[in-house]
């Protein structure tokens, strides 16, 4: 594109009042701008737009009485466009694209999806699940507004608004020798079998407890999906460990999980929101954190004990 809309308006405003004198005042800019901005466009198209009087000012040649048309035309869609814009950004409304950990997601995501669209039914919300890794680089990228997620590997671009601590448990089958107990050790549980849930950062956090706790797990199996470990433990494979303890203990499949507290002194996560650091928020996304501070501030995820 070859103009600003500097350029455009200074023309204009230089036509209207036939005088770049009168133009510079009503745009509240020097004389030598509006001259220059006359300048760039005549040389930019060849074309002479004002014919110069000498001490009474100018006016439009043919080509500049054409010009003048579209260029009021341009000037009004760039209001319409301003206005729309500043119509979108006062209100809570539109489309909004947030992401969740995908250990998350079924525990918080519909309960908070009906929330919001009960109180902004304007708002088109899409809820996308993943592991973190990918998931920091659609907020990157800006293909999600937000992210509902654990403080792990948060690095120095994203903000993170923290809304309640999720201390580690473990989950066995009902048949296992520990499933009556309410609390373990890891040493106790460490020479099981233990799958773990193979996704990037959570495999380190989990790896990183046994460290803690002084003792090294023997890993039989690594799964990216958490349904697929509570199957496969309920079936008495072995145990494992997670963070968010749903309030169903049955698995897809029919069967029973027992969840045991851990009593070893171990980091816990603390789950909450993550944003690109510095990015605008708009009153939509504004809306949303509302109301996932309101909702889960301090207290259980919907779809936890």
């Not at 072995?238 to 069967?255: C, E, H, V």
């Not at 501070?293 to 301090?298: G, H, I, N, R």
Request: aromatic content about 8%.
């Amino acid at each position: 594109m070859r103009f600003t809309l500097k350029q455009i308006a200074y023309f204009v405003a230089t036509a209207e009042t036939g005088s770049i004198t009168l133009a510079s005042e009503r745009v509240n800019i020097s004389q030598p701008s509006i001259s220059s901005a006359i300048t760039a466009l005549e040389e930019a198209y060849g074309i002479q737009l004002f014919i110069r009087h000498h001490a009474q000012g100018l006016s439009l040649t043919a080509e500049g009485e054409r010009f003048l048309r579209e260029a009021r035309g341009l000037l009004l869609q760039a209001e319409e466009v301003e206005n729309a814009a500043m119509v979108i950004s006062a209100r809570v409304a539109g489309p909004l694209e947030i992401g969740c950990i995908s250990t998350l997601f079924p525990l918080a995501i519909p309960e908070l999806l009906t929330q919001f669209k009960t109180r902004h039914e304007a708002v088109r919300v899409s809820a996308l699940a993943g592991n973190q890794t990918e998931l920091f680089e659609h907020l990157r990228a800006g293909r999600i507004s937000l992210l509902l997620t654990y403080d792990m590997a948060l690095t120095p671009d994203f903000e993170f608004i923290p809304l309640a601590v999720v201390p580690p448990y473990a989950f066995v089958g009902t048949t296992h020798p520990l499933a009556r107990r309410r609390s373990v050790t890891l040493r106790e549980l460490a020479e099981d079998n233990f799958l773990l849930l193979d996704l990037p950062q959570s495999r380190d956090y989990f790896l990183s407890l046994f460290r803690q706790a002084g003792v090294n797990p023997n890993i039989t199996g690594r799964h990216q999906y958490i349904d697929v470990i509570r199957s496969l433990v309920a079936r008495g494979e072995g145990y494992s460990l997670a963070n968010a303890q749903p309030k169903n203990t049955a698995t897809l499949d029919g069967r029973k999980l027992s969840y045991l507290a851990l009593e070893d002194s171990l980091r816990p996560l603390i789950y909450g929101i993550a944003i690109l650091k510095g990015l605008r928020r708009t009153p939509t996304a504004e809306a949303f954190i509302a109301l996932c501070q309101e909702l889960l501030k301090d207290k259980p995820l919907p779809g936890t004990r």
